[in-house]
């Protein structure tokens, strides 16, 4: 069992940037890769970046490509989200995930995901 925790959310202008975090802790020693999803009301769940834990091999949603930046630091089971160039579409509550899988298209799909943090709200206003 894991648990994840975000934080760094917040309000921010458009053009602004924040960096969210993501600290995994619990039996991490199958931890293969960590993922960033968003979420909206009445919308489904939608992949933003993940990172795998071995090699920091990034993968990124066509939203976000350019514009945010995944990483992570091993020695601290910290796994951060830098969000630059934000814009009000941006907005919502981000949460971090935990996979076990080895192979890439496990990554974009929420439900390949086993653990989750609690969210944390990011809002950017126009």
């Known amino acids: 069992q894991v648990q994840l925790e975000e934080s760094g959310g917040g309000l921010v202008q458009a053009g602004g940037s924040l960096r969210l975090s993501c600290i995994l802790s619990?039996?991490?020693?199958?931890?293969?890769?960590m993922g960033w999803f968003r979420q909206v009301p009445g919308k489904e769940r939608e992949f933003v970046a993940a990172?795998?834990?071995?090699?920091?091999?990034?993968y990124y949603g066509d939203s976000v490509k350019g514009r945010f930046t995944i990483s992570r630091d091993n020695a601290k089971n910290t796994v951060y989200l830098q969000m630059n160039s934000l814009k009000p579409e941006d907005t919502a509550v981000y949460y971090c995930?935990?996979?076990?899988?080895?192979?890439?298209?496990?990554?974009?799909?929420?439900?390949?995901?086993?653990?989750w943090g609690q969210g944390t709200q990011v809002t950017v206003s126009s």
């Open positions: 995930g935990h996979n076990t899988g080895d192979s890439d298209h496990w990554y974009y799909k929420p439900h390949y995901y086993d653990s």
């Open positions: 990172i795998t834990w071995s090699y920091g091999s990034t």
């Open positions: 619990g039996r991490t020693s199958r931890s293969i890769a």
